[in-house]
């Protein structure tokens, strides 16, 4: 399992950024796949998750509205489009997945098995 993240950078408030995930050893056809983010000294937040299965999808509550995950499975890639940002989402992003669940909720919830290198986000006047 490999997860390529990439799209990071500087942005300043209210303005947006892609990220991007590309997968490889396995398929985006069932498992649930999301981007997780963690800020110095905070705890690690489940941010967003879909399902490759059904692509149902899950946003914590501090980015519903802003930001919007999608799945393209004939590059076997997921996205995260953010709009809106504001300072408070400067964090390493990471995209991770777990294999043995469908469920984008529990992904979320419960925390991934499979991680990739995470991409800095920064988001500055």
């Known amino acids: 399992v490999q ?3 990439s799209g990071g950078g500087l942005v300043h408030p209210g303005g947006s950024l892609r990220l991007s995930c590309a997968a490889s050893g396995f398929t985006l056809d069932r498992p649930a796949i999301g981007w ?3 800020a110095p000294g905070k705890e690690r937040e489940g941010v967003s998750c879909i399902s490759s299965l059904n692509e149902i999808t899950h946003y914590s509550d501090s980015v519903k509205d802003r930001f919007t995950i999608s799945i393209d499975k004939a590059k076997n890639t ?3 489009q953010m709009n809106n940002l504001r300072p408070e989402d400067t964090a390493v ?11 984008s909720y ?3 919830q419960r925390g991934p098995t499979d991680w ?4 800095q986000v920064t988001v500055s006047s």
């Open 116 to 119: 990739g290198q995470g991409t």
């Open 36 to 38: 997780f983010r963690q």
């Open 93 to 103: 992003y990471y995209c991770a997945t777990d294999l043995g669940h469908s469920s």
């Open 106 to 108: 529990a992904l979320c």
């Open 78 to 80: 997921v996205y995260l």
């Open 3 to 5: 997860l390529q993240a």
